[in-house]
Structure formats: C-alpha cells, structure tokens
C-alpha cells in the first residue's frame, strides 16, 4: 500500500511539474512574440525613415542639378554672345588697320613730297639743312647750352659721388682693420745676450749655414739681446725665425742641427699656412673651400704689394666688398669670395709664368671654384672686361684698400714716375698750356689757352683727360681732372 500510495503522489507530483513548466514555456514563447513584434515594427519606422530622407536627399540633389545646368547653360550663351562681339570688334580693327595703312602711306608720299619741295627751293639736302639748323641753334644758345650741359653734369656728379661715397664709408666704417706695413727686416729677441757668440760659431760657421739653408741675412750689431733677420721674402725670415727659435731652446747650435731644426720650421710653417688659410676662410664665413685653396690663401700671408700683406688686403677687401654688394642689391657671396681670391695668383706667381690674374684664374678654375667668383677677380686690374656687377665691386673694394693711409709704401722712383707720366698725358692735349700733378697724384690742374679752348671745350677736355687717364694709366683710387680757363681783357687808359 505504501508502494502504491507513494507511486500515486510521485505521478502526482511529475504531472504538476510538467503543467507548470509547460505554462512556463508557453509565457516565454509569447513574451519573445511579443519582442519580435516590437522590433519588427522598429525595424519598419526605421526604414521608412531612412526611405524618405533618400528620397528627400536625392530631390535636393536633383534641384541642385537642375540650378547647375541652368548656370551652364547661361554661361555657353554668355560664352556665345562675347564671341560674337569679338569678332566683330577684330573685324573694325582689321578694317580700320587697313585703313591706317592707306593713310600712312599716303603720308609718307605727301612727307616726301614736301621734302623734295622744300629741298628745291631751298637748295640743301635733308641732311644739310638739318646740320645747318643745329649749328645755328648751337651759335645762338652756345653760353646758354654750354651753361646747361655744365649745369647737369655738375648736378649728376655730386649725386652720384655723394651716394658712392656713403655706401664705401659705411663699408668702410663697419670693417676697420689696424694697417702695418711690411719691411724686409725682422727683429728677433734673444733670451740673452750670450747667445750671440753661439749662434755666430767659431769663425762664423753656425750663422753662415743658417743664413744659406734659410736663405737670409742676419745683422748683428750692438743693440743687445737682438738679432736683424733681412730678406725680401716673408716666409724665409719665418723659417729663420722659427728655426732659431728651435735651436736656442734646444741648446746645441751647430752646422748639423741647425739643417735639422731648418727642415723642421719648414714643415711647421707649412702646416701653420694651412691654418692660417682656414682661418682667413672661417673669419670671412667660408666653409668649403678646397684645402688646396686654403693652402694657397696661407702662402699669401707670407706675400707683400708694396708693403701691404697680401692676405690682410685680401680679407679687408672681402669684407668691404661684400657689404657695398649688400648695399648695391649684388650678390654679397660672389663678391666676398672674389675678392677673398683676387689675388691668389701671386702664391705662385714666382714659381709659374704668367700674371697673377692669369695664374690666379687657372687654379680657381682648376679646383671648381664658380665662374661667377672667377668673373668677378679677373679684371681688377682691368686685364680683362668687366662681366658682372661683382667685378666692378671687387674692383673698388681692391682701391679702397689700397689706398687707405698707412696700407701701402711705393717706392720714390714709381711715385715720381706717376706724377710725370699724369702731366705728360694732359699737355698733350691740344689747346693745354700746362699740367701739375698736385695732393701726391690724386689731382690734376690743366690750364688751358683761353683763345684755343672755350667753356664748352674745357667741358669736354675735362672728360677727354679724365677717360685717357683711365685707359693709359694705373693708379691707386681715383684722379681729379681740374681744367682752368682763365681770359684777362687789357685796355689802356690815355
């Protein structure tokens, strides 16, 4: 009875639970109809909207279209209409061309016409009565012209020597670098007097063998602890120098060690070119020179013109050079590097033949250096044409530093030979009476007879001087031509 009791509420049991999971099942089956529903209808409005703003868009789109092609249209008729216009404007100005041309012809004929006409009556050739009218102007207005032309080249002088001038000044002004001219001698200090007797030798042997291997002179006089090192050539009395220098702090002076302290100073000395020259290069802001270059421009720090250390006039002139061409609106590089290099030249010029310009273009042109560069040393000393404006700027900077006071020494017989030279070349001139040269070259006065050379002429003479000057002549800077007329009318009195 308990098995079958317990059975019964078992199967009892089972039938309640599978009602209430049946029931269960069947509320979530209708609540996931009820969501499908939902969502469905969501996805519904969802795509309508979405049809109805594609719709929306593409009738703006097409407004828009239909706007375009309307101004497209306007403009081809627009297009058509000024085409139309213009050929009828080419066609008035094709007639009205043709119709010029008929009346410039016509022109001509009747200008010609009078021409002859004129010509007949008058009996003079075109050619002739237009000589002659000019020399009856030139007769009746000659003071007042002469006045004018006076009047004008005066006004344009001043204006251009003014500006000139302060453009050089600022250059000038904003590089200012100590001038000492160089001798052919050098002093060396000894640390004692002592040093004398050695360094002369027994029976002068040390001092002969210092003075044949580094191709000097010494003086040794009476001025104490000081020795006179004598050669025209700057880098033998440094070689000299240094090579004493050596052999007193090494002690033992003698014919052998002084050929090996002699060797030493010329290799030290090169290497100190080498130096030198990248130096002079970075000072100007120069950075890819060749080393060669950079060699060569050290070798010219042991180089003199009349004086002046080549590569101190070289740098000067870099500097002033490259700030006129900054003044002028030229190329402040180009002129700054040929002016650096205008003189490159005469680091061998006594070793290879030929000018130092020559000499001075073939290496920059050997080592890649730019033809602008090349163009603009070459003619400063007028050797060549002046191709650039850079040229006339290196050429300028190079008299500006030439001709600064204390920068260079010219010999007496070259001085004297100057000035002659300048008044030989303006008495012989027609119509001079006498020239003197004055302010050590840089004027000229030319007194003129007054009954051969009028005020026009003395106009021109002035300029026919002062352009045969620049031709014929070299000089540092520049020449006052001063023509002088003067006329004094004498009566007497009885």
Excluded: C
């Amino acid at each position: 009875m308990g098995l079958i009791a317990g059975y019964f509420v078992r199967e009892s049991w089972g039938a309640k639970r599978a009602s209430s999971l049946e029931n269960k099942i069947k509320e979530d089956l209708s609540r996931s109809e009820k969501e499908a529903e939902k969502i469905i209808l969501e996805a519904k409005d969802k795509a309508l909207k979405a049809l109805e703003e594609a719709r929306k868009e593409e009738k703006e789109r097409k407004e828009k279209i239909d706007k375009l092609e309307e101004r497209v249209l306007e403009k081809d008729n627009f297009i058509s209409k000024k085409e139309k216009d213009l050929d009828a404007e080419r066609e008035r100005i094709n007639k009205e061309e043709a119709r010029l041309e008929i009346l410039s012809v016509e022109l001509e004929k009747a200008k010609n016409k009078s021409t002859e006409e004129l010509s007949r009556i008058a009996g003079l050739t075109p050619e002739k009565a237009k000589e002659k009218l000019i020399k009856d102007i030139e007769e009746r207005h000659h003071t007042e012209l002469s006045g004018t032309l006076f009047k004008l080249m005066h006004e344009r002088k001043e204006e251009i020597e003014k500006k000139s001038m302060e453009i050089m000044t600022t250059a000038v002004q904003r590089y200012g670098r100590s001038h000492i001219s160089d001798i052919t001698t050098s002093v060396f200090t000894l640390p004692s007097e002592d040093l004398k007797g050695k360094i002369i030798g027994r029976e002068g042997r040390n001092i002969r063998t210092l003075e044949r291997l580094a191709g000097v002179e010494f003086v040794i006089d009476e001025s104490p602890e000081t020795i006179i090192i004598s050669s025209f050539d700057p880098f033998r009395r440094e070689v000299a120098s240094l090579a004493l220098s050596k052999l007193i702090k090494d002690g033992r002076i003698q014919p052998a060690k002084i050929e090996e302290k002699v060797e030493e100073a010329k290799a030290e000395l090169d290497k100190r070119i080498h130096e030198i020259g990248e130096q002079a290069a970075q000072e100007l802001g120069i950075y890819n020179f060749p080393k060669e270059i950079l060699q060569l421009l050290g070798r010219l720090n042991f180089r003199t013109s009349f004086g002046q250390n080549v590569l101190t006039h070289s740098i000067e002139m870099a500097h002033v050079a490259s700030m006129m061409a900054a003044e002028l609106g030229a190329n402040p590089e180009v002129s700054k590097r040929g002016a650096l290099l205008h003189d490159i030249g005469k680091a061998i010029d006594h070793e290879v033949q030929g000018t130092h310009v020559e000499i001075g273009m073939k290496i920059l042109k050997k080592y890649g250096i730019d033809d602008a560069v090349v163009d603009a040393m070459k003619s400063h000393h007028e050797e060549y044409p002046f191709a650039t404006p850079e040229a006339y700027i290196v050429t300028a900077a190079d008299a500006i530093s030439a001709a600064r006071p204390g920068a260079r020494r010219g010999t007496m017989e070259n001085y004297i030979k100057r000035l002659q030279d300048l008044e030989n070349l303006a008495t012989s001139f027609e119509g001079v009476k006498n020239a003197y040269a004055i302010a050590a070259g840089r004027e000229i006065r030319v007194f003129v007879i007054p009954e051969k050379v009028d005020d026009f002429k003395a106009l021109q003479l002035a300029r026919d001087i002062a352009n045969k000057i620049e031709a014929d002549l070299k000089y540092p800077g520049e020449v006052k031509v001063n023509v002088i007329r003067e006329i004094r009318a004498v009566e007497y009195a009885k």
